[in-house]
């Protein structure tokens, strides 16, 4: 197995205790509700820290799927969470995990910066595909962007 890293980083007019609270303690309750693809969450192991395991339930191309998703970490004191995509419909088929650590800050103007650092964990040697690459960043940046907009109108 082949680990490849990927940097990335944006910003959110929402100040980082907010919205570490909605991303993380309270995304179970507000991401059905600021994304109407969105169908359920569920703890199918665990007890919400570490080491859960918790199926979501999505509507996509007039199909219900789903995506497994696996904290590895919970850091509130420095506003740090680290996730794995371990099954499910965003899973490629190339990947054994894709985990997802994330670190929000202090942003311009009482926003945050929300840095993370991607890491897929390959099947083999053979590096991420491209276009799956591009489509799972355009997802997430899309689901980030529906939170922030519910979060701020709902201020």
Known sequence: ???????????????????????????????????????????????????????????EDGETKFVLHKIEEIDEANLGYSYSIVGGAALPETAEKITIDSKLSDGPNGGSVVKLSIKYHSKGDAPPNEDELKTGKAKSDALFKVIEAYLLANA
């Open 1 to 59: 197995m082949a680990v490849f890293t990927f940097e990335d980083q944006t910003t959110s007019p929402v100040a980082p205790a907010t919205l570490y609270k909605a991303l993380v303690k309270d995304a179970d309750n507000i991401v059905p509700k600021a994304v109407d693809s969105f169908k359920s969450v569920e703890i199918v192991e665990g007890n919400g820290g570490p080491g859960t395991i918790k199926k979501i339930s999505f509507l």
